[in-house]
Every structure is written in structure tokens, then in C-alpha cells.
């Protein structure tokens, strides 16, 4: 484990050794967690948008299904303005 303390405005450094283990930079987004009375923290991975390119062929229109859905709302919402 290593030791870190809380300056007086509530921060802290995370050390060399654990930043550079984390791969953890200037600018780089954390979640923070009270589990019990430990604090956890971790780093917000976003997935790199070219690693996903290819991933919704071949499957159903997600913009077909959307219309059909919105469709299928309007025709509800005429039948009730109607009274059926």
C-alpha cells in the first residue's frame, strides 16, 4: 500500500508509482466510490469510436425499428384523442 495525505483543500496526489502503473495522466476522468469506509477510484475508459465502426451491420435498421416505433405511438395516440 502506499500513503498519500488530504491537503487542506480536500486534495490528493496520487503518487508517481500508482499513476504510472494505471497509466494515469493530467486530464484523465476517475470514478470515485465510498465502499464502506474505503474510498475506491477508477479510471473512466471510453471506448475509441473506430474500434466499434462495423459493429451494427447486418442486423435490423435501428432507424426502421425507431419510425416503426414512433408510427405505432402516433396510431395510440389518435386512437385515444378519438375516444376507441
Same mark, same amino acid.
Given at each position: 500500500? /502506499?500513503?498519500?495525505?488530504? !491537503? !487542506?483543500?480536500?486534495?490528493?496526489?496520487? +503518487?508517481?508509482? *500508482?499513476?504510472?502503473?494505471?497509466? %494515469?495522466?493530467?486530464? /484523465?476522468? *476517475?470514478?470515485? #466510490? *465510498?465502499?464502506? #469506509?474505503?474510498? *475506491?477510484?477508477?479510471?473512466? $475508459?471510453? +471506448? #475509441?469510436?473506430? /474500434?466499434?465502426?462495423? &459493429? =451494427?451491420?447486418?442486423?435490423? !435498421? %435501428? /432507424?426502421?425499428?425507431? &419510425?416503426?416505433?414512433?408510427? =405505432?405511438?402516433v396510431r395510440? $395516440?389518435? =386512437?385515444?384523442?378519438?375516444?376507441?
Open positions: 500500500m /502506499t500513503k498519500a495525505t488530504i !491537503s !487542506s483543500r480536500g486534495q490528493i496526489a496520487i +503518487p508517481k508509482a *500508482v499513476r504510472e502503473r494505471l497509466h %494515469l495522466k493530467a486530464g /484523465t476522468e *476517475v470514478l470515485i #466510490d *465510498v465502499q464502506g #469506509d474505503a474510498l *475506491v477510484m477508477k479510471r473512466i $475508459d471510453y +471506448p #475509441d469510436w473506430r /474500434t466499434m465502426e462495423g &459493429m =451494427a451491420r447486418g442486423g435490423e !435498421s %435501428l /432507424t426502421e425499428a425507431l &419510425m416503426e416505433e414512433r408510427a =405505432a405511438e395510440h $395516440d389518435n =386512437a385515444r384523442i378519438q375516444g376507441r
